[in-house]
């Protein structure tokens, strides 16, 4: 696991906090790898799948996580590509505010 996906993993596990999430996406990190987040928190994804998958760079990445970067924003300008159940991106987003 790359040192970028091990720091959203423990960026996302802290906000979700013991809760977990009700679902299931996949973000692809782009050249840094992927991973899922479930209610089991989240992990490295492997080769899991899951309902939704969204595509970010790093930096878009950690912007979003920063509070830096609106979800619907990066979506809108392209940073953001979401695929699957758009219902669940915008849940994660609330999960995540």
Do not use: Y
């Amino acid at each position: 696991m790359s040192d970028v996906v091990e720091a959203a993993v423990a960026a996302i596990n802290e906000r979700l906090g013991s809760d977990g999430f009700d679902g299931s996406i996949r973000v692809e990190i782009e050249d840094e790898g992927a991973l899922l987040i479930d209610q089991d928190g989240a992990r490295d994804a492997g080769d899991e799948e899951a309902v939704c998958t969204m595509t970010a760079s790093a930096d878009t990445l950690q912007g979003l996580l920063e509070g830096d970067l609106n979800p619907t924003a990066a979506f809108m300008s392209g940073k953001l590509k979401v695929e699957g159940d758009m219902s669940m991106a915008m849940k994660l987003g609330a999960a995540l505010a």
